[in-house]
């Protein structure tokens, strides 16, 4: 089982490009999240899918649309990039109640110039 | 909202020293607590997790950590650091009510000197 995947894993944008980061799961979770990293701020909620046709913003969701396609698959797309979105950014997983973790994938580095 | 705080930002130790990383949070009401840990170039893995019952909660790699529910803290300690543990080392918090958002502390660059 690959867990969580991340496409791509690299990105480098021009400022006003659009670009879709691209999430799937094979761990039959109905959650699923996008975060963003930055130094010194940990990692913080931009969109979240509490189960399939549900997404609520989170922290910082400002610049950012997310699509939950179907179960597996959670796609988070910035339409017109700008050097603040210059970041990491990881999606995670979680299969339900209120007693289970998150799991995380490999993460996209997104440079925006 | 809550929040969370990591008062050390850098930490720096020699293989074998003890490691104790601080970690509060701010929420009136239940919390599930967690310690992540980031390996250079991983992504997050789940060290420990604490839900309710023995405050004292045992996770992987030897690290341990503690609930004290009247300071508001959750703090992660390893009695002898390897220095695989170089990492960096992230608390989240989430309410028991809303189990679905995690808030994370800006994390905890640790580095073990062989």
């Known amino acids: 089982n690959a867990g969580v995947t991340q496409t791509p894993k690299f990105q480098v944008l021009k400022t006003g490009q659009s670009m879709t980061l691209q999430c799937a799961q094979d761990m039959n979770h109905n959650s699923m999240y996008w975060y963003r990293q930055d130094p010194g701020m940990g990692l913080r909620l931009i969109y979240y899918?509490?189960?399939?046709?549900?997404?609520d913003k989170g922290e910082v969701p400002n610049g950012y649309n997310v699509s939950r396609l179907n179960k597996r698959e959670f796609s988070l797309r910035l339409e017109s990039a700008a050097p603040s979105q210059t970041s990491v950014y990881f999606c995670?997983?979680?299969?339900?109640?209120?007693?289970?973790?998150?799991?995380f994938g490999p993460g996209t580095r997104l440079t925006v110039t | 909202a809550q929040s969370v705080s990591q008062h050390n930002h850098h930490v720096i130790l020699s293989e074998a020293a003890s490691l104790e990383l601080g970690c509060n949070y701010s929420?009136?009401?239940?919390?599930?607590l967690f310690w992540y840990v980031q390996y250079p170039g991983q992504h997050l893995q789940l060290l420990l997790k604490?839900?309710?019952?023995?405050?004292l909660v045992k996770g992987i790699k030897g690290f341990e950590a503690e609930f004290i529910k009247s300071k508001f803290s959750f703090n992660l300690r390893k009695p002898s650091v390897q220095w695989s543990d170089t990492a960096e080392y992230f608390c989240?918090?989430?309410?028991?009510?809303?189990?679905?958002?995690?808030?994370f502390g800006g994390g905890t660059r640790v580095l073990v000197k062989p």
């Open positions: 899918s509490a189960s399939e046709g549900t997404t």
């Open positions: 929420y009136g009401g239940t919390v599930n």
């Open positions: 989240a918090v989430t309410p028991k009510a809303a189990g679905n958002k995690l808030t």
């Open positions: 604490y839900f309710s019952g023995d405050p």
């Open positions: 995670a997983t979680r299969s339900g109640g209120t007693r289970e973790e998150q799991y």
